[in-house]
Nanobody
Framework: QVQLVESGGGLVQAGGSLRLSCAAS????????MGWFRQAPGKEREFVAT????????RYADSVKGRFTIARDNAKKTVYLQMNSLKPEDTAVYYC????????????????WGQGTQVTVSS
């Protein structure tokens, strides 16, 4: 079992930055790939970024590539999402999730989810 709690969301102007954190509890955190997903009002939940259990492999959605960076610290049981050059279209609730593989980008295949943190980017 893995319990996940996100933090770090907020209101930021376009072009600004935020860093999201996802703290995990449970003994098996390092066994899982971790992902960040987001859901805007009226839209489906979408893949943002994933990272392998070791942190050596990452994957990004085209819409955030070059602007967002995912990282993890297994000793702290925490995964991060550094978001730079934010755009109004990045506005969404951001969720972290624990799943089977860094190559898995389908939300339905992730086993554990946090409650989400709101990110709002003003123009």
């Amino acid at each position: 079992q893995v319990q996940l709690v996100e933090s770090g969301g907020g209101l930021v102007q376009a072009g600004g930055s935020l860093r999201l954190s996802c703290a995990a509890s449970g003994r098996t955190f390092s066994n899982y790939a971790m992902g960040w997903f987001r859901q805007a009002p009226g839209k489906e939940r979408e893949f943002v970024a994933t990272i392998s259990w070791s942190g050596s492999t990452t994957r990004y959605a085209d819409s955030v590539k070059g602007r967002f960076t995912i990282a993890r610290d297994n000793a702290k049981k925490t995964v991060y999402l550094q978001m730079n050059s934010l755009k109004p279209e990045d506005t969404a609730v951001y969720y972290c999730a624990a799943g089977p593989s860094v190559t898995t980008i389908t939300p339905g295949r992730y086993n554990y989810w946090g409650q989400g943190t709101q990110v709002t980017v003003s123009s």
